[in-house]
């Protein structure tokens, strides 16, 4: 049986419910990692890192 791998947001860490509303895109950088972030840090406009390139947006 494997396990279930649940997203959480790539700046708070929170676990992001399927319900509620968060966007999921590759990294435009190097495009190897899969950015999550919640409806909240996305309003924000808090900025993320890409863990394997370094890159960081808005």
């Known amino acids: 049986m494997s396990e279930l ?3 959480t ?3 708070c860490g929170k676990t992001i419910i399927p319900t509620e509303y968060f966007v999921k ?3 435009p ?3 190897g990692v899969t950015i999550t972030r919640c409806e909240r840090c996305r ?3 808090r900025p993320y890192k890409c ?4 890159f960081v947006g808005p």
């Open 5 to 7: 791998k649940v997203p």
């Open 9 to 11: 947001c790539i700046w």
């Open 25 to 27: 895109f590759p990294c």
């Open 29 to 31: 950088n190097c495009g």
């Open 43 to 45: 309003k924000f406009g």
């Open 51 to 54: 863990p394997k390139c370094g």
